[in-house]
């Protein structure tokens, strides 16, 4: 017979974290086993690009979910589920049956089609350890990718100063966020902090030459460097539940209690593709608030709770002394609108469809995150410059 339990996890990030929180306060006697591909139990993953480079002890990332009485298999995949019967097989051939089951299997970082392995492709915990290790030996690093990732190790690698080159496929840094004049000045920005930012181009080819790698460019310049660190972002790891006969559209599609298209069967975080209510559009979300707001949703609703999940998720990141929190969609082919109250360095970026505020950057702007949500579920429609102030820490009108 399988080992039985009453909650079952996939995954051992943040969402199956919060999950397993949520489900132990919920339900105290039920028991909760988690299958992990990490050696680990779980961590959070911000720090891994921010506050350990800052001198936070490694200490700081547990979730304490080792704490929770739960039965923790480490560095085990699963492998196959049967929605039918009820039951996950892992990697090792063991097959485990339960209740309520929670995927929250997460993402795997895109890779490039370049056959190699000396290139870390930024993601968990023991990939900030080798790339530790490497920058206290001040080694030279070639970051490829300006988005999320990208721009935060590339800021991380210069704060312990090392020599960072960053390879950027687009004509700015974020440009796939940002409005086209702020994704330039942090081009300049980046520069000034000392990282050699080389805009519109991307990895060729990569070669050894003695201790070095060399980089050709698609531009064709050569870049010599210690190490490569590449945040080109995730692929959601839908696999298993492609294999289980799950709906799955960009992500494993959930309803509003976080439930899949097989009863007792749930899907949380990165992977998960879910309705919200207030930009009416089904949504997938990488970022941490999404991962522990609906990792612990889901755990309620696993443990019977029948509170719908309408939470709109924010994200934020450090940029040297810059930084900032957005809600919502942030696409800058939508309209947007600047409220500066200094020109890129303090104030709020709107983007609008149709007379609606989609999405809302608040640029070195503090504290407005709950403010910025209730402006995006407003009914009716607005012009651009009606919102100038709008936000407390914008600019009057």
Known sequence: MPRAFDYLIVGGG?????????????????????????????????????????????????????KLGIDLRLGRRATALDPRAKTVTDDKGEGISYRKVLLATGGTPRRLPIDTDKIIYYRTFDDYRELRALANDKKRFAVLGGGFIGSEVAAALRLVGCEVVMLVPEDGIGARVFPTELSQFLVSYYREQGVDVRTGQALASLSRAGKELVLKTTRGDDVRVDA????????????????????????????????????DVFAAGDVANFFNSALGARLRVEHEDNANTMGAAAGRAMAGDKTPYTHLPFFYSDLFALGYEAVGELDPRLETMSDWKEPFREGVIYYLKAGRVRGVLLWNTWGQVDAARALIAEQGTVRAQQLKGRLPAAAPA
């Not at 696999?239 to 298209?261: K, P, Y």
């Open 14 to 66: 943040m969402t199956a974290a919060a999950a397993a929180d949520a489900i132990r306060k919920s339900d105290p006697s039920g028991t909760i086993g988690l299958i992990s591909a990490e050696r680990h139990p779980p961590y959070a993953r911000p720090p891994l690009s921010k506050a350990l480079w800052k001198g936070e002890p490694e200490s700081s990332i547990w979730k304490g979910t080792d």
């Open 228 to 263: 490569v660190v590449a945040g080109i972002g995730i692929q959601p790891n839908v696999e298993l539940a492609v294999q289980a006969g799950l709906r799955v559209d960009n992500g494993i599609v959930v309803d509003e209690h976080l439930q899949t298209s097989a009863s």
